[in-house]
């Protein structure tokens, strides 16, 4: 079953504005993963951030971790066209666990 | 970096034959590796949890003998459908860990499955 469920669903914006993406899950975690997936391709991982954590940063991207209210966001600073993808988020129940994937959101920036 | 190389990219067969996938993980090793399957537009499904050494864990609703999954060895992993049918085509991605890695899991390229 999902885990993750991601809103919205899909997102269209201008290049050069900022991208959030929301994902929300049910069980317990260990780690919350966002990946990356280019038409067609496989994922590519961009940025793990585990339960004992609140906000991770690399390069344009943040995330942050809500335990409480058991969701999490990418926000995607002074996007790119090429940034346009589907981002699906994942959770993990421990350092070597499966993954479980949400539905994933389809970014498009327009040039 | 974790690379992960999976071969085929594309491959289109004819029902009641069989495909092989490999998965392979070129510079660090993997105790374990997880094929996943993606129907268009939508998330990866996780199929199975390939164990070097020992047997997969099918998740609930696959079949075990018609995706036959062996782990042979701390690099690869491989991927049989059996008796494929025109239903059995989707996209398989497989994925791995390294096994003194903290950080995320390495996808192949996956295997875009045609059969008719």
């Known amino acids: 079953s999902q885990q993750g469920e991601e809103d919205p669903q899909a997102l269209s914006i201008q290049e050069g504005e900022n991208a959030t993406m929301n994902c929300s899950y049910k069980?317990?975690?260990?780690?919350l993963q966002w990946y990356r997936q280019n038409s067609g391709r496989g994922l590519v991982h961009l940025i793990l951030?585990?339960?004992?954590?609140r906000e991770k940063h690399s390069g344009r991207l943040r995330v942050t971790l809500d335990t409480s209210k058991k969701s999490s966001s990418l926000l995607i600073t002074a996007s790119r066209a090429a940034d346009t993808a589907s981002y699906f988020c994942?959770?993990?129940?421990?350092?070597?666990?499966?993954?479980?994937f949400g539905k994933g959101i389809t970014l498009s920036v327009r040039p | 970096g974790a690379v992960v190389s999976q071969h085929p990219s594309r491959v289109i067969c004819k029902s009641g034959t069989s495909v092989k996938i490999e998965c392979r993980s070129l510079?660090?090793?993997?105790?374990?590796m997880f094929w996943y399957r993606q129907f268009p537009k939508q998330s990866l499904m996780l199929m199975a949890t390939?164990?070097?050494?020992?047997?997969?864990?099918?998740e609930q609703g696959v079949e075990k003998d018609k995706f036959l999954i062996n782990h042979a060895s701390l690099t690869l992993s491989t991927l049989t459908v059996t008796s494929a049918h025109p239903e059995d085509s989707s996209f398989y991605i497989c994925?791995?860990?390294?096994?003194?890695?903290?950080?995320?899991?390495?996808f192949g390229s996956g295997t875009r499955l045609t059969v008719v």
């Open positions: 390939s164990n070097e050494g020992s047997k997969a864990t099918y």
């Open positions: 951030i585990r339960s004992n954590e």
């Open positions: 510079d660090f090793q993997a105790t374990t």
């Open positions: 994925s791995a860990r390294d096994i003194a890695g903290n950080y995320g899991y390495t």
């Open positions: 069980t317990s975690i260990n780690n």
């Open positions: 994942a959770t993990g129940t421990g350092a070597n666990s499966k993954l479980t």
